[in-house]
């Protein structure tokens, strides 16, 4: 069975443009969610998506976005990128749309210049 | 914000030793979930204990939560190099909160 897959790996962006990631969950799975992790903020909640509906956010500014699509395929996008947008950001899916046994993938490491 | 704090923060110990990492929090939880981290790549699900259990083995791991002091500790045995990474708990509160929120991690390096 596939894991979930994050794309792209890495990315280098500039300030002031925008950015889409992508993450596959593991199949059957409905609930992506997706985290931010920096060396000085650790591993923070950004958004939870379960049938196409997102039924939680955390605490960013609006600059952060997600959606998720029919096939359970989440994006997220990040618009106007500031430096300390420099992450890696990482998706989770799971099977019951809890948290429970969420299943990461790889990340994707975002370098803002 | 971080709901769970890991101490330590970092943990050095020789091949074979065991090591106790342990995680505080500060609400009630529905679950918590202890995960492994390899230098900055994705995390890895290690086991999960419910708030109505109070001790879970797989394999090598043992986890207990003390629900009562909001505490939960992770003992790996017979501990090998390819052990050396990061060790997060989180916390699921429930409800309609549908998120993990992660402490900040214990550091653990096994040398060979």
């Known amino acids: 069975k596939a894991g979930v897959t994050q794309t792209p790996r890495y990315l280098i962006k500039t300030r002031g443009q925008q950015v889409t990631l992508s993450c596959s969950p593991i199949?059957?799975?409905?609930?992506v969610s997706w985290y931010q992790q920096t060396p000085g903020q650790g591993l923070q909640f950004l958004f939870e998506y379960f049938s196409e509906t997102q039924r939680n956010k955390g605490n960013f500014p609006g600059r952060f976005s997600g959606r998720q699509f029919s096939n359970s395929r989440s994006e997220m996008n990040v618009s106007t990128l500031e430096l300390g947008d420099s992450a890696l950001y990482l998706c989770?899916?799971?099977?019951?749309?809890?948290?429970?046994?969420?299943?990461f993938g790889q990340g994707t490491r975002l370098t803002v210049v | 914000s971080q709901q769970g704090e890991e101490d330590p923060q970092a943990l050095s110990i020789q091949e074979g030793e065991n090591a106790t990492m342990n995680c505080s929090y500060k609400t009630s939880i529905n679950n918590l979930q202890w995960y492994r981290q390899n230098s900055g790549r994705g995390l890895v699900h290690l086991i999960l204990i419910r708030s109505n259990e109070r001790e879970k083995h797989s394999g090598r791991l043992r986890v207990t939560l003390d629900t009562s002091k909001k505490s939960s500790s992770l003992l790996i045995t017979a501990s090998r190099a390819a052990d050396t990474a990061s060790y997060f708990c989180a916390t699921d509160s429930g409800g309609s909160n549908y998120k993990l929120t992660f402490g900040k991690g214990t550091l653990l390096t096994v040398n060979p």
């Open positions: 989770a899916s799971s099977l019951q749309g809890r948290a429970a046994e969420a299943f």
């Open positions: 199949s059957g799975h409905r609930s």
